[in-house]
């Protein structure tokens, strides 16, 4: 049973067009994250939401925003993407201290 | 500020127990986590224990905590070809902001 859910698996996009990454949960879980992951590296926290809140690091470039529009829906924009963008990313959800991943997105851009 | 930390690689014959390590700082982290991620794939959650705790076993995966020294280790009996991945170590406080170790990429030689 799918619980974080990751649209699309795989992206293309070219450089400087807007891309919007999706995931949806059916975990009903209060905290939502972004992470990007580039090879072989640990995953760097994006930003996340707690409920409708949202915390962004410190980081996080401009060109990287966030909506929440209800508890199993959030969407990743990435205004304006660079090369330096291409990589994995990664959606997760929280509750009482456990966090759960969906299985990424690969975007690349050309 | 919080640094998790672990080898960058392990290599073990199949059948041979693993154990995979990671050191953190933040004295006040209240969960542990061990993670695995295998090629294009998201994070799994393997096992976690809470602070409190010194010892966790679930089937053929053993996690052991030295709070003193601030060591967690990850022990895999009979290892198999199909555990080769990549296993980050993470830690919380609250239970909302996670942080990574770079990773240990096990590889099982048969």
């Known amino acids: 049973d799918a619980m974080v859910i990751q649209n699309p698996r795989y992206q293309v996009t070219q450089f400087g067009k807007p891309v919007t990454l999706s995931c949806s949960q059916t975990l009903n879980h209060n905290v939502m994250y972004w992470y990007q992951q580039k090879s072989s590296q640990a995953p760097k926290l994006l930003f996340h939401y707690y409920d409708k809140d949202f915390n962004n690091e410190a980081d996080t470039p401009d060109n990287f925003q966030s909506r929440r529009p209800n508890t199993s829906f959030c969407f990743l924009d990435i205004r304006s993407p660079g090369l330096g963008d291409a990589a994995m990313y990664l959606c997760?959800?929280?509750?009482?201290?456990?966090?759960?991943f969906g299985p990424g997105t690969r975007l690349t851009v050309l | 500020g919080e640094d998790v930390e672990q080898s960058l690689f392990l290599s073990v014959r199949e059948g041979d127990s693993s154990v995979i390590n990671c050191t953190y700082t933040d004295s006040s982290s209240t969960y542990l986590y061990w993670y695995k991620q295998e090629p294009g794939a998201g994070l799994q959650l393997l096992t976690y224990i809470f602070s409190n705790m010194d010892m966790k076993q679930d089937q053929r995966l053993t996690v052991l905590l030295n709070k003193k020294d601030k060591h967690l280790s990850l022990r895999i009996a009979d290892t198999q070809t199909g555990d080769s991945a990549i296993y980050f170590c993470?830690?919380?406080?609250?239970?909302?902001?996670?942080?990574f170790g770079p990773g240990t990429r096990l590889s099982v030689l048969p």
């Open positions: 997760a959800t929280s509750i009482s201290g456990e966090q759960f």
């Open positions: 993470a830690e919380t406080k609250g239970g909302q902001n996670f942080v």
